[in-house]
């Protein structure tokens, strides 16, 4: 059963339906401090330029943020789903007129959200640009890429140590599969276990003396929570290669909603943009979406000019790496995205992508 609350209410653009009757235009959360967070500032920033009408949001509690506490593996659930039904419930039957959904928990639900935007259902949604799906949907748009925040990986350990430093056999705690191939293939002695929550539980299980000796988490997250005094040490993008897109976050409007698409550029961030379609465009060629054991960070040149990409696909029990760094022009990210695609699939990245997919 989903449970609705009310949050402080923030401001945003007028353009909205219910804005235009005078009314604020409701906007549905999850209720971890980083969903909110994430949401709030998104719709800050659009107010900076448009302050004449109101957002209210409303927190929903799902079915699996119940289940977090049973500590239950994602891959247990069957249904990502659960993380969104009653989010989408409540958009379906006008409760809410905004999703605003971190995609981590629910990329197999995205299909039908997708679709509730194309039926004009909801205007818009922010989502955590690391796990929205690599092809956007036809008839939709990311009208807005936000100016990226730190997209490295941060170790959490309970002894302060750093990666090299954690004694044989330690535990480390993570559901990603990017994390635990690359963890592995560096330290093939580690233990990875699954771990569940926001990130304030993660921490909380992190830092008990019962609990594992460190756990992996998004930069971005931690920074925007104010908990860097937990960050043991920030992990290079050479020793940890990013999901595609970490640390920027995505407004997703209808393709056809001018009005949507032109409140919403003044929050969109060029750089950030072409950096994360060069990431998303190796992610695309390759397949298979967040299941595949898939980093890739790029950055831009001072003069803006060029563009670095560094990729890794490996197998998920670390034993099989493969890297792949090239740079090309930064207006042609995708270009350059394919390129480093194309090598990591004859260094035989399908593979590992069958492999990991099961076909």
Do not use: Y
Request: proline fraction near 5%.
């Amino acid at each position: 059963m989903a449970t609705l609350s009310p949050a402080p209410s923030t401001s945003a653009s007028s353009d909205g339906a219910r804005a235009a009757n005078g009314s604020p235009i409701v906007v549905g959360s999850r209720g971890s401090a980083l969903a909110l967070w994430q949401t709030n500032w998104a719709l800050d920033r659009v107010r900076e330029h448009e302050p004449a009408a109101s957002f209210s949001v409303q927190t929903i509690t799902t079915q699996g943020d119940h289940t977090q506490a049973q500590n239950t593996p994602l891959v247990g659930l069957g249904d990502k789903g659960l993380f969104v039904a009653e989010l989408e419930r409540a958009l379906l039957d006008g409760s809410l007129d905004i999703a605003v959904q971190p995609m981590n928990d629910h990329a197999l639900a995205l299909a039908e959200a997708e679709a509730q935007a194309r039926r004009g259902v909801i205007d818009a949604a922010v989502h955590s640009l690391k796990d929205l799906p690599s092809v956007v949907t036809a008839g939709l748009a990311l009208a807005a890429i936000t100016e990226r925040a730190d997209p490295r990986d941060a170790l959490v350990s309970r002894a302060g140590l750093r990666l090299d430093d954690l004694p044989e056999g330690a535990t480390v705690a993570t559901s990603s599969l990017r994390r635990r191939a690359q963890l592995l293939h560096r330290r093939p002695d580690l233990r990875i276990v699954e771990i569940r929550g926001n990130v304030d539980t993660r921490l909380r299980k992190t830092l008990a003396p019962d609990g594992p000796d460190a756990t992996i988490l998004a930069a971005a997250g931690m920074l925007r929570l104010g908990l860097e005094r937990h960050i043991t040490e920030l992990l290079s993008v050479e020793t940890l290669t990013p999901a595609a897109g970490q640390g920027a976050l995505a407004i997703e409007t209808r393709a056809s909603d001018r009005r949507a698409r032109r409140m919403l550029r003044v929050i969109d961030h060029l750089p950030t943009r072409r950096a994360v379609m060069a990431e998303r465009a190796v992610l695309a060629a390759l397949g298979g979406g967040c299941l595949v054991p898939l980093g890739a960070h790029a950055t831009i040149a001072a003069d803006g000019e060029t563009m670095r990409l560094l990729a890794v696909v490996a197998s998920p029990d670390g034993k099989r790496l493969l890297r792949v760094e090239r740079i090309g022009k930064a207006n042609r990210p995708v270009a350059l995205g394919r390129m480093v695609a194309r090598e990591l699939l004859r260094q035989g990245a399908g593979e590992i992508v069958r492999a990991v997919l099961g076909r």
